[in-house]
């Protein structure tokens, strides 16, 4: 009696193609390291006998039902998106580092941009100088006994746009200058209502538009409604004057805290807090020295940050950061930073105008 021809035969596997051959079968026993084999034997009047039929465990389910629903986390195009997205932004970068370089060597007649660099860090470096505001140990130790004066927060924001401008890049992102000066006032809002639990403060909003400017949002302790408000702000055009009157006749309409009302007369019952961002290179701020009596009052401190283009001689930089420079000193309470287009920059001097203006620091402008 002949020997029985062993072949191999079709075995179902759920999930997959019939397995017809060796190979097949030894790859579909990867799946599972339980397998063993068996050897599947006929005779020659083709009655199927096995010899040998041990499975110690039919592919195990888990195993199949994870290859059945893997599914790969993006596809081909998605990738191939995503390269094409990466590549534009990097030859974007590199675009602008060239750019920057070219306005380098016309506007300051030099070759490397880390020289502009320095030179505009020189430049924030003269106005980031502060002393103590007390004389000595007695001042401090007596500031401890007044009672804590209420604050009006004004921010005045200007919503001029120039043309061609440069914007803030945050986190390889760029924002417009009002865009990031939006980002930063809610951040400003947020830390101040993390500094006083009991909401000893009120925010109020004056928008700076082409020529004048106009209260949009009366002081309020909702400080959701404030950043709402913010983010709905636009951009107008602008001009080579602003005539910064009607910006003093707003805030001149507040009334001035009776002192007699305070628990110590020396100490007013609130303390007025405007902040200006200025956000223009081109256009002079024309400034009334009539107001420079109302700016005087101790209860009125007047913060300044500008952004702007790098100084160069095809902008007005220079002549806009005089200006500011006489309205800071008209207080010693008042405090201007210019930023240029650095979003650093724009954090530090934020920082440097968060405490309360009576209790912070001086600032010293180092000419």
Not at 56 to 85: A, G, L
Not at 192 to 198: A, I, M, V
Request: charged share 25%.
């Amino acid at each position: 009696m002949s020997q029985p021809n062993e072949r191999i035969i079709p075995i179902k596997i759920e999930g997959r193609e019939n397995t017809t051959d060796l190979d097949n079968l030894e790859e579909a026993s990867s799946l599972s390291p339980n397998i063993e084999i068996a050897s599947i034997s006929h005779n020659e009047n083709n009655n199927s006998q096995v010899e040998k039929s041990k499975f110690t465990d039919i592919f195990n389910k888990k195993n199949i039902n994870d290859i059945k629903e893997f599914k790969p986390k993006m596809s081909y195009s998605q990738i191939t998106k995503k390269c094409d997205n990466e590549t534009l932004k990097r030859n974007s970068n590199e675009n602008n580092l060239r750019l920057l370089r070219e306005d380098a060597i016309t506007k300051y007649n030099i070759k490397t941009l880390s020289q502009v660099l320095i030179k505009e860090d020189e430049h924030f470096k003269k106005y980031m100088h502060f002393k103590g505001q007390f004389k000595n140990e007695i001042e401090i130790l007596s500031s401890f006994d007044k009672p804590y004066v209420w604050e009006k927060v004004v921010f005045i924001i200007d919503c001029g746009e120039d043309e061609n401008v440069t914007p803030f890049n945050i986190n390889n992102r760029n924002l417009s200058a009002l865009e990031a000066i939006k980002l930063r006032i809610c951040m400003y809002v947020n830390q101040k209502k993390n500094l006083s639990q009991e909401r000893l403060h009120e925010f109020g909003i004056i928008v700076m538009t082409t020529h004048s400017a106009f209260w949009y949002l009366n002081f309020t302790k909702n400080t959701d409604l404030v950043k709402n408000k913010i983010w709905d702000l636009e951009s107008f055009p602008v001009e080579d004057i602003f005539n910064f009157d009607s910006v003093f006749e707003l805030l001149q309409e507040i009334p001035q805290p009776n002192h007699h009302e305070s628990p110590n007369n020396d100490t007013p019952i609130y303390i007025l807090h405007p902040i200006i961002f200025y956000n223009r290179s081109y256009t002079i701020p024309m400034f009334d020295n009539c107001h420079k009596g109302y700016l005087e009052n101790s209860h009125i401190a007047l913060d300044i940050i500008m952004s702007h283009e790098n100084k160069g001689t095809d902008n007005r930089v220079d002549d806009i950061c005089q200006v500011f420079k006489l309205m800071q000193k008209i207080n010693k309470q008042n405090i201007f930073v210019p930023i240029g287009r650095s979003y650093k920059k724009f954090v530090s001097a934020s920082y440097s105008i968060l405490g309360h203006p009576m209790k912070r620091g001086l600032q010293v402008i180092k000419d």
